[in-house]
């Protein structure tokens, strides 16, 4: 069975600091994907970023990127240039190739103090 | 990517009643997913809902009491039946958006008094 570890329940940091998000799963299967979502006070999920777990190149998306350790199974956020938008609940989660359910970490409570 | 409509987006209601919650996609998809988010907790699956089969659920969840259905490739409910203040929560439908990732609806926030 796949898990999602998120082993930091809050963090808070200036505006225009950097800010890392921490991410372990454990999965037995060889295809995945691995996600960031964000769900802000108005509880909409929103992907911030994808990572296939076939590629060995981080993924990025403007100030947001990942630093993927297939090996040690660890997927981390990096924010960078923080924003007071970016103040959310942050999942980490992963899923089975093909269209299969998402396994969600517990979560992380971001604030972005202005 | 898919845009899905859920509603409702709220609602507040009596102990031992059901309330029904729809989710519309604007474009045709094998699988939807059903999740709960318990009050300051992450997301849970309930079920997933294939259209012209019987939705599978995850362990501790029942169709008895969530049942689904999913008549066609575009849409989907879920009923929370016979419920108690432990059932408030908020319920999301979400669906395989490809290379956009998953797509989820805004959520129905339910509190049962």
């Known amino acids: 069975a796949q898990t999602v570890t998120q082993s930091q329940p809050e963090m808070s940091v200036q505006e225009a600091e950097t800010v890392t998000l921490s991410c372990t799963y454990d999965t037995s299967e060889n295809n995945y994907y691995l996600f960031w979502y964000k769900q802000p006070p108005s509880r909409q999920m929103i992907l911030v970023i994808r990572q296939e777990a076939y590629k060995q190149q981080n993924a990025t998306e403007n100030r947001f990127s990942v630093n993927f350790q297939k090996a040690a199974k660890s997927f981390s956020l990096k924010i960078s240039d923080s924003q007071l938008g970016d103040t959310a609940m942050y999942f980490c989660?992963?899923?089975?190739?093909?269209?299969?359910?998402?396994?969600f970490g517990q979560g992380t409570r971001l604030t972005i103090n202005p | 990517s898919a845009v899905i409509s859920q509603k409702p987006s709220r609602d507040i209601c009596q102990r031992g009643t059901s309330l029904t919650i729809q989710c519309q996609v604007d474009?045709?998809?094998?699988?939807m997913f059903w999740y709960r988010q318990q009050p300051g907790q992450s997301l849970t699956l309930i079920a997933t809902?294939?259209?012209?089969?019987?939705?599978?659920?995850e362990s501790g969840f029942v169709i008895d009491k969530f049942p689904i259905s999913r008549p066609n490739l575009t849409f989907s409910t879920l009923t929370v039946s016979n419920m108690s203040p432990e059932d408030s929560s908020i319920y999301l439908c979400s669906v395989d958006g490809g290379y956009d990732g998953y797509t989820f609806g805004s959520g129905t926030r339910l509190t049962v008094v």
């Open positions: 474009s045709q998809v094998t699988m």
């Open positions: 809902a294939n259209q012209g089969s019987e939705a599978t659920y």
């Open positions: 989660a992963s899923t089975k190739q093909g269209a299969q359910k998402l396994v």
